[in-house]
């Protein structure tokens, strides 16, 4: 079936390590984004990727870095700089970034708690 | 700069009930496309419906429908007939043309009670 994947669902991480979040998609997305998702917050964008190779920052990009080596690939990694990593992460993607067809779709998210 | 807002943070109804959600926007845009998700406990957004910022008819499909009105900005979103099956967070965003990312308001939390 085509969709996103993002794994894993739990993370758990001390403080002080990086971590890194996986997300693939398997429906040929040109577009694809993080977003991170904190109580009363609502769903703030860290990075998005319109092309394999190209990426920009979102709202709230210090303390995270990603990569899009290939299409179906947008790892995100959260490193020791970000503050308050504990959120709900999601990943997603869209045919493309530009034009109508721009909605995106979700992968189940990833929890990750700092201990 | 293009925002969203949900100014209904949680509602609660009773199952049966007809439930409406607003949503505003600001953008400078002329191009624009808005969008509806929904949340439910199992944190995967679920896409609900795109609409153009050129395209004004209100659209209906089942219980669910959305009125899109440019003079006021805002692009409101009522179920019928409510169940507890709709009982989410539902989130509204914005996307212009001229860019290229897709902005979320803080999302509306729907009880709907037995």
């Known amino acids: 079936d085509g969709g996103i994947t993002q794994s894993p669902k739990y993370l758990f991480r001390k403080e002080g390590q990086n971590v890194t979040l996986s997300c693939e998609q398997n429906l040929n997305h040109d577009a694809m984004y993080w977003y991170r998702q904190d109580p009363g917050q609502g769903l703030r964008l860290i990075y998005y990727s319109q092309i394999v190779n190209d990426f920009q920052k979102g709202d709230i990009a210090e303390g995270y870095s990603v990569s899009r080596e290939k299409k179906e690939s947008f790892p995100l990694t959260v490193t020791s700089a970000q503050k308050n990593p504990t959120a709900f992460y999601l990943c997603a993607s869209s045919i493309t970034s530009k034009g109508a067809r721009r909605e995106a779709f979700f992968g189940q998210g990833t929890r990750l708690t700092v201990v | 700069a293009q925002k969203v807002t949900q100014a209904q943070t949680e509602i609660s109804v009773v199952e049966k009930e007809d439930v409406t959600l607003d949503c505003v926007y600001e953008t400078r845009d002329t191009t624009y496309y808005l969008f509806w998700y929904k949340q439910p406990p199992s944190g995967e957004l679920v896409f609900l419906i795109r609409r153009n910022s050129f395209d004004e008819q209100n659209e209906i499909s089942g219980r669910y429908s959305w009125n899109f009105q440019k003079s006021t900005s805002s692009f409101n979103f009522t179920i019928t007939a409510s169940q507890v099956v709709d009982s989410a967070v539902y989130f509204c965003?914005?996307?212009?043309?001229?860019?290229?990312?897709?902005?979320f308001g803080k999302g509306t939390r729907l009880h709907i009670l037995p």
């Open positions: 965003a914005l996307s212009e043309a001229a860019g290229d990312k897709i902005i």
